[in-house]
């Protein structure tokens, strides 16, 4: 692993990262860049609002399917530092819950594209990453 300070930095400052999740159906590891935020006090990974399709609820999108399938997943960081770090995602479904992280200051941007709060609480994928084995004294 990187130098612990580095990757405590990064996890502090940097925004960008890859999950490489398991596919859900095909079994085989999928990268997907996303951004991770802080808010308070918990590593989040979210996105925008899906649509929802035919009465079936949110549309997932693949790296959010691929996580409720299988939640274990590796954090890439690669902006000041590279590390991958194994972690486990938590969706957060509850809707108080929701609303406090996408009402966050570190949200906004996806406020500012045209989203409601109300269709984002109700449709963005959402989930808390807990970071693994010796990644877990990494954060916070």
Same mark, same amino acid.
């Given at each position: 692993?990187?130098?612990?300070?580095?990757?405590?930095?990064?996890?502090?400052?940097?925004?960008?990262?890859?999950?490489?999740?398991?596919?859900?159906?095909?079994?085989?590891?999928?990268?997907?860049?996303?951004?991770?935020?802080?808010?308070?006090?918990?590593?989040?990974?979210?996105?925008?609002?899906?649509?929802?399709?035919?009465?079936?609820?949110?549309?997932?999108?693949?790296?959010?399917?691929?996580?409720? +399938?299988?939640?274990?997943?590796?954090?890439?960081?690669?902006?000041?530092?590279?590390?991958?770090?194994?972690?486990?995602?938590?969706?957060?479904?509850? +809707?108080?819950?929701?609303?406090?992280?996408?009402?966050?200051?570190?949200? +906004?941007?996806?406020?500012?594209?045209?989203?409601?709060?109300?269709?984002?609480?109700?449709?963005?994928?959402?989930?808390?990453?807990?970071?693994?084995?010796?990644?877990?004294?990494?954060?916070?």
């Amino acid at each position: 692993m990187a130098d612990t300070e580095a990757i405590r930095r990064a996890l502090h400052t940097d925004m960008t990262i890859d999950i490489i999740t398991t596919g859900r159906r095909s079994g085989e590891p999928r990268t997907t860049e996303i951004w991770f935020m802080r808010v308070d006090g918990r590593l989040i990974i979210c996105g925008t609002a899906g649509s929802i399709t035919g009465g079936r609820g949110r549309h997932q999108r693949d790296w959010m399917a691929n996580l409720l +399938a299988h939640p274990e997943f590796v954090f890439r960081l690669k902006e000041s530092v590279d590390a991958e770090l194994p972690a486990r995602a938590h969706p957060v479904e509850d +809707a108080a819950d929701r609303r406090r992280i996408m009402s966050a200051d570190e949200t +906004a941007w996806y406020r500012e594209q045209g989203e409601s709060l109300e269709l984002l609480v109700e449709r963005s994928p959402i989930v808390e990453v807990e970071l693994l084995d010796e990644a877990a004294g990494l954060w916070p």
